[in-house]
C-alpha cells in the first residue's frame, strides 16, 4: 500500500525545508555577504553569473513549449519578459540589468557576453538545467523554479550590506537585486501553486522535493 500523500499544507512546509540545501549557506557566498571577498572574486562571481541569467529566458521558453495549460502560459511567459526585457528603457530587463551590476564591479561588456571568465563547470551545469527543462515534463520544469522561495532573502541582504562592505561597487549596479525583490516572490507564488496542485500522490510529492535541491547551485 502507498504511503498517503502529505497535505498542501504539510508538502509546502517540506519544499520550504529544503532552503537548508540552498547556496546562500556556501561558505562563498557566506564570504561575499559578509564582505571578505576580494575585487577579483566579486567579478569572477558576476561574470559567471551571467551565463545563468542569460539562460533563464531560454530556459523558461522550453517550459512554455512543453505546456499545454493556457493560463500557466499566460503567467508564464512574464519570466520572459522580466528577464529579456522590452524594447527602450522602461522595459530594463534582468539580463541588461546583470550586465550593468558587471559593468558597476569593473568589468566590460564585451569580456561579460564573450565568456572571458566563463568557468566550464559553470557551463556545464547551466546547459544541463535548461536541458532538464527541455526534457522534463512542464510541471517538474516548473517545479525547478521553487529554488527562488529563497531568493528574495540573499538578494535583500546583498542590498543590506554591499554597498557598506564593497564601496567600490557603482550602487547603479544593484538594480537587479532591488527588481526580483518583487518579482520572485510572484514567481514563487505562482511556482508554488502549480507544485500543489500537479504533484498530488505521495510518490510524486517525494519527486518534487529533489527537484528544487538539484538547481539549488544555480539560483541567486
Known amino acids: 500500500m502507498s504511503e498517503q500523500a502529505w497535505t498542501k499544507a504539510e508538502f509546502e512546509a517540506k519544499l520550504r525545508a529544503k532552503g537548508a540545501y540552498y547556496h546562500i549557506h556556501h561558505p562563498f557566498h557566506k564570504r561575499m555577504n559578509a564582505g571578505k571577498c576580494s575585487k577579483e572574486e566579486i567579478q569572477g562571481w558576476v561574470a559567471n553569473r551571467l551565463y ?20 500557466v502560459r499566460r503567467s508564464w511567459i512574464q519570466r520572459i519578459i522580466d528577464h529579456d526585457g522590452r524594447n527602450g528603457e ?12 558587471g559593468e558597476a564591479v569593473g568589468l566590460n561588456r564585451s569580456e561579460l557576453l564573450d565568456e572571458t571568465h566563463l568557468l566550464p563547470g559553470v557551463k556545464f551545469a547551466v546547459n544541463a538545467y535548461v536541458n532538464f527543462a527541455r526534457r522534463a515534463s512542464w510541471e517538474e520544469a516548473a517545479c525547478s523554479s521553487l529554488t ?3 531568493a528574495p532573502e540573499i538578494h535583500q541582504s546583498r542590498l543590506d550590506t554591499w554597498p557598506t562592505h564593497y564601496t567600490w561597487i557603482n550602487s547603479d549596479g544593484f538594480s537587479y537585486f532591488q527588481m526580483r525583490l ?39
Open 52 to 71: 545563468y541569467q542569460m539562460a533563464i529566458p531560454v530556459k523558461d521558453a522550453a517550459i512554455l513549449a512543453n505546456c499545454e495549460e493556457q493560463e
Open 90 to 101: 522602461q522595459g530594463l530587463g534582468g539580463i541588461e540589468a546583470w550586465l550593468r551590476l
Open 148 to 150: 527562488e522561495m529563497f
Open 182 to 220: 518583487s518579482q520572485a516572490r510572484r514567481d514563487v507564488a505562482h511556482g508554488l501553486q502549480i507544485t500543489l496542485e500537479n504533484f498530488v500522490t505521495r510518490k510524486q510529492q517525494e519527486k518534487a522535493l529533489n527537484i528544487p535541491v538539484s538547481y539549488t547551485h544555480l539560483r541567486a
